[in-house]
C-alpha cells in the first residue's frame, strides 16, 4: 500500500466512522481520522444519549406523582433546567474524551477539521493541506432539515439546539411526527412545558404498526400533549419574546419556541463528491452496494450518509463490515433486515419485524395476538395508562413476523425479543417458554387467543 499518505481517511468521527478507523487500524491500516466538530458524532454529542437522558430527566414529575400511592409522602419538589443541561454536558465531554482515547489507542491519528474530496485519492483539509489515501471512507451522518422556503423558518429550532435552550419555553410547537419528535413531545411535556405536536400526516409515526401509533398517540393526550394531525406550518413570526405560528387551515397560536423535527438528510454538502465523481441517489444521499462501496472503487460511505437504515448500531455495524471487507480480508455484507427499534416516547415503544400492513401485503395468510393492560405500578399509582402488546404471526408457518411493544421498557424487550425473530421462532416457541411472574413481558409468552376484533 506505499505511494500513499494513508491506507485510509476517514471523513466524520462519528459511530460509523470511529468503529471503521478503529478496526481497520488493528487490521494494521495506516489510518487517519478527519472530524470538524467532535468526535462521537450526531448520537454521543447531540443524539441518541442526551436525548436518553433528557427522557429519563423529563419522567420525575410523574415519578414523585405515582410515589404517594406507594406509600410516599410528596414534599415540594422543583427542578433546573440548567442543572440538567450542564450534568449533560459532562456527561458528553466525558463521552468524547472516550471515544478520542479508544480511537488513538487503536492507532488512528485524529485530525481535527474539516475535510472534503479532492479526486478518488485525495482530500484535501480547510488548512489547505492535501492528503493522498488509498481507501476513502465518508462518514459525515445527517443533519437536521428545516424547510427553507418557509416564511420565518431562520426562528425555528432543531433537535441539535434544543439539548442548550437558555430556558424552558412555557409553549412550544414541535413539527414532525417520527422519532425525534415524538420523543422530544414528551421530553418537554414531561418537563412541565405546554407542548404542540404538529404532523402532516394522519397519525404520528409512519412506518410503525397502526395499532402502536394509535396507542402512542392516545397515550400521549392523556399526559397532556396536543397532537395535530393533517397540520402543517405555514408561517413563523416573532412575537414578543417568542413566536407565532400559523398553520395552514389558518390557525394562528403563540409558543415560547418552535422545534422543527422533520427529518434528517443526508450531510453531503459541499464535500467534493462531484471532483470524486462519487454518485448519489435521488434523495441526496451516497450511493453505495451491499458492501458500502460508491462506483468510485476506492471511496466507501457508512451510516446515515446512506441513507439506508439511519441507527446508530447500524452505522457501527456497517463500520465494522467495512474494515473488515477492506483491510481483514474477510468480506461482510450487512443484513438490513429484522433490525429492533425503540423509540423513547412515553410510554416508549420496542419493535422488530414486520408490522400487521406489512405481513398482511405478503402472506397469505396472517394470525394477530393482541393485549391491553394495565402496568402493575399503575394499580397503586391511580394513573389511567395502559400497554399494548402484539405479535404478528405467519399463519402458515406458525413463524412470529413480528412484535409489537407500547409501554415501560419496551426498548429492553426489543433488543430480546430481536434475537428470537431473528432466529425464526414460532408461536409455538413463545407459547412454550415459561413465564416470567410477575412482570409485563410474560404477556408475550402467554398470548392464546387469536385476535378477531
Not at 491500516?29 to 467532535?38: D, I, L, M, P
Amino acid at each position: 500500500m506505499s505511494g500513499f499518505d494513508y491506507d485510509l481517511f476517514v471523513i466524520g468521527a462519528g459511530s460509523g466512522g470511529v468503529r471503521a478507523g478503529r478496526i481497520a487500524a488493528r487490521h494494521g491500516a495506516r489510518v487517519a481520522v478527519a472530524e470538524e466538530y467532535r468526535v462521537g458524532g450526531t448520537c454521543v454529542i447531540r443524539g441518541c444519549v442526551p436525548k436518553k437522558l433528557f427522557v429519563q430527566a423529563s419522567k420525575f414529575a410523574e415519578e414523585f406523582e405515582d410515589a404517594v400511592g406507594f406509600g410516599w409522602t410528596s414534599s415540594k419538589v422543583s427542578f433546573d433546567w440548567w442543572t440538567l443541561v450542564e450534568n449533560k454536558n459532562r456527561e458528553i465531554d466525558r463521552l468524547n474524551k472516550a471515544y478520542i482515547r479508544n480511537l488513538e489507542a487503536a492507532g488512528a491519528e485524529l485530525i481535527p477539521g474539516r475535510a472534503t474530496l479532492e479526486g478518488p485519492n485525495a482530500v484535501r483539509l480547510a488548512s489547505g493541506r492535501g492528503i493522498t489515501a488509498r481507501y476513502i471512507l465518508i462518514a459525515t451522518g445527517a443533519t437536521p432539515f428545516v424547510p427553507r422556503h418557509l416564511p420565518g423558518h431562520e426562528l425555528a429550532i432543531t433537535s441539535n439546539e434544543a439539548f442548550n435552550l437558555e430556558s424552558l419555553p412555557a409553549r412550544i410547537v414541535i413539527v414532525g411526527s417520527g422519532y425525534i419528535a415524538v420523543e422530544f413531545a414528551g421530553i418537554f411535556s414531561g418537563l412541565g412545558v405546554e407542548t404542540v405536536l404538529v404532523c402532516r400526516g394522519g397519525q404520528i409515526l409512519r412506518g410503525f404498526d397502526d395499532d402502536i401509533r394509535n396507542h402512542l398517540a392516545a397515550e400521549m393526550r392523556k399526559k397532556g400533549i396536543e397532537i395535530r394531525t393533517q397540520a402543517g406550518v405555514s408561517s413563523i413570526e416573532r412575537s414578543g419574546g417568542g413566536v407565532r405560528v400559523t398553520l395552514n387551515d389558518g390557525v394562528s397560536f403563540g409558543a415560547g419556541q418552535i422545534m422543527f423535527a422533520t427529518g434528517r438528510i443526508p450531510n453531503v454538502m459541499d464535500l467534493g463528491l462531484e471532483k470524486a465523481g462519487v454518485e448519489l441517489t435521488p434523495h441526496h444521499a451516497v450511493k453505495v452496494d451491499d458492501y458500502s462501496q460508491t462506483g468510485v472503487p476506492s471511496i466507501y460511505a457508512v451510516g446515515d450518509v446512506t441513507n439506508r437504515v439511519n441507527l446508530t448500531p447500524v452505522a457501527i455495524r456497517e463500520g465494522h463490515a467495512f474494515a473488515d471487507t477492506v483491510f481483514g480480508g474477510k468480506p461482510v455484507k450487512v443484513d438490513h433486515s429484522l433490525i429492533p427499534t425503540a423509540v423513547f416516547s412515553q410510554p416508549e415503544i420496542g419493535a422488530v419485524g414486520l408490522t400487521e400492513a406489512q405481513a398482511r401485503g405478503q402472506c397469505p395468510a396472517v394470525d394477530i395476538y393482541k393485549t391491553s393492560f394495565r402496568p402493575m405500578r399503575h394499580t397503586l399509582s391511580g394513573r389511567d395508562g395502559r400497554m399494548l402488546m402484539k405479535l404478528v404471526v405467519d399463519g402458515g408457518t406458525d413463524r412470529v413476523l413480528g412484535c409489537h411493544i407500547c409501554g415501560p421498557d419496551a426498548g429492553e424487550m426489543a433488543q430480546l425479543l430481536g434475537i428470537s425473530v431473528r432466529l425464526g421462532a414460532k408461536k409455538s416457541d413463545f407459547d412454550a417458554t415459561m413465564a416470567v411472574h410477575p412482570t409485563a413481558a410474560e404477556e408475550l409468552v402467554t398470548m392464546r387467543e387469536k385476535w378477531t376484533g
